[in-house]
């Protein structure tokens, strides 16, 4: 008995690493402080794509990273609300990532069509405004103006268009023979196909989509926080559309809320890094800040905050 040789004779067990990584900014740490101290007065918004998902060249091969689903059923029971925030349409992002009829997620609300769109998981129900009638007029003059472009040398193909139920048009260039020469060429043409429309292009990872404009994720993360009350919020985004959502949680913070931003780092994007208090890598690594957050709220036992 008693203690092995060289060992301390009251030493205490190693905790670990934390399973919480730390914020690089002192408003991040106190945004998540706030978070881990009273996670009942907490919401979290998660993008989609880059995400929760991991990026693949076919759109509609995206799936939620292993094991996201399961940690968010972990945690969001313990918080005020969660919510994904997404270009998806809703419905898509639902089928796609899974988040239908989740133990735990009940209650979570997915935002699509950059907020356009809401779906709660409590009713099921979507609800969605009428579709701008510019989308199907330029859905209609979109296949001219890609044959001109010569992006594609030779037709383009049907991989390059993504069709998003008559609210919007996604034009891919992942595909492509060159896919960011192709995204550069395709910009200023694009963009004036959607000004005819009285529409606007949102540039993302090799995506350039065209949809109406007056909603962006700032502007649904913003009511959505307001909506439920919360005084601390956290947001994990991958790319420039996500950008919106980090001024609203920067503009928040200004208003008294602790907040977090998590960039899902890529080398595709580097605009968020600059901004976010935490970079994670990727989707993998957004996974392993939830389970984190669910096993640090664990500790403390099922329902205490
Ligand atoms: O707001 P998000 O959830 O990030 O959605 C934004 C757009 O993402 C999708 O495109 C991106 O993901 C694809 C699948 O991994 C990838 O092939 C593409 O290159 C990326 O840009 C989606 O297809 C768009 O409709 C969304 O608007």
Same mark, same amino acid.
């Given at each position: 008995m008693g203690s092995p040789p060289n060992a301390a004779p009251h030493s205490q067990p190693? !905790?670990? !690493?934390?399973?919480v990584p730390r914020p690089h900014t002192p408003a991040g740490r106190d945004g998540l402080a706030a978070l881990l101290a009273h996670p009942e007065r907490a919401v979290i918004a998660l993008d989609f794509d880059g995400t929760l998902a991991e990026i693949v !060249?076919? !759109?509609? /091969?995206? /799936?939620?990273?292993?094991?996201a689903v399961a940690a968010l059923g972990r945690l969001v029971p313990r918080l005020r609300a969660a919510a994904v925030i997404t270009g998806r349409p809703a419905a898509v992002a639902v089928r796609l990532g899974g988040f239908a009829d989740v133990p735990g997620l009940d209650h979570l609300t997915v935002l699509g069509h950059y907020g356009a769109e809401r779906w709660e998981a409590a009713t099921g129900a979507l609800h969605a405004p009428p579709p701008h009638p510019g989308v199907a007029a330029l859905e209609a003059e979109l296949p001219g103006v890609l044959d001109s472009s010569g992006v594609w040398h030779g037709t383009w193909t049907a991989t390059a268009v993504e069709r998003k139920g008559g609210r919007a048009v996604a034009v891919h260039t992942r595909r492509a023979p060159d896919p960011q020469g192709a995204f550069d060429r395709l910009h200023a043409p694009l963009a004036a196909l959607a000004a005819r429309h009285d529409l606007i292009v949102e540039p993302g990872r090799l995506v350039l989509e065209l949809r109406p404009p007056g909603m962006d994720k700032g502007v649904a993360l913003t009511d959505w926080v307001r909506e439920t009350g919360a005084t601390t919020v956290l947001y994990a985004g991958d790319d420039l559309g996500d950008l919106a959502a980090f001024g609203a949680v920067e503009r928040l913070r200004a208003d008294g809320l602790a907040g977090v931003l998590v960039c899902s780092g890529s080398?595709?994007?580097?605009?968020l890094a600059d901004r976010a208090d935490l970079v994670v890598d990727g989707p993998a690594g957004v996974v392993g800040l939830l389970v984190g957050l669910a096993d640090r709220l664990d500790e403390r036992g099922p329902g205490t905050p």
């Amino acid at each position: 008995m008693g203690s092995p040789p060289n060992a301390a004779p009251h030493s205490q067990p190693n !905790p670990g !690493p934390d399973p919480v990584p730390r914020p690089h900014t002192p408003a991040g740490r106190d945004g998540l402080a706030a978070l881990l101290a009273h996670p009942e007065r907490a919401v979290i918004a998660l993008d989609f794509d880059g995400t929760l998902a991991e990026i693949v !060249p076919d !759109p509609e /091969r995206a /799936r939620a990273h292993d094991g996201a689903v399961a940690a968010l059923g972990r945690l969001v029971p313990r918080l005020r609300a969660a919510a994904v925030i997404t270009g998806r349409p809703a419905a898509v992002a639902v089928r796609l990532g899974g988040f239908a009829d989740v133990p735990g997620l009940d209650h979570l609300t997915v935002l699509g069509h950059y907020g356009a769109e809401r779906w709660e998981a409590a009713t099921g129900a979507l609800h969605a405004p009428p579709p701008h009638p510019g989308v199907a007029a330029l859905e209609a003059e979109l296949p001219g103006v890609l044959d001109s472009s010569g992006v594609w040398h030779g037709t383009w193909t049907a991989t390059a268009v993504e069709r998003k139920g008559g609210r919007a048009v996604a034009v891919h260039t992942r595909r492509a023979p060159d896919p960011q020469g192709a995204f550069d060429r395709l910009h200023a043409p694009l963009a004036a196909l959607a000004a005819r429309h009285d529409l606007i292009v949102e540039p993302g990872r090799l995506v350039l989509e065209l949809r109406p404009p007056g909603m962006d994720k700032g502007v649904a993360l913003t009511d959505w926080v307001r909506e439920t009350g919360a005084t601390t919020v956290l947001y994990a985004g991958d790319d420039l559309g996500d950008l919106a959502a980090f001024g609203a949680v920067e503009r928040l913070r200004a208003d008294g809320l602790a907040g977090v931003l998590v960039c899902s780092g890529s080398a595709e994007v580097t605009e968020l890094a600059d901004r976010a208090d935490l970079v994670v890598d990727g989707p993998a690594g957004v996974v392993g800040l939830l389970v984190g957050l669910a096993d640090r709220l664990d500790e403390r036992g099922p329902g205490t905050p």
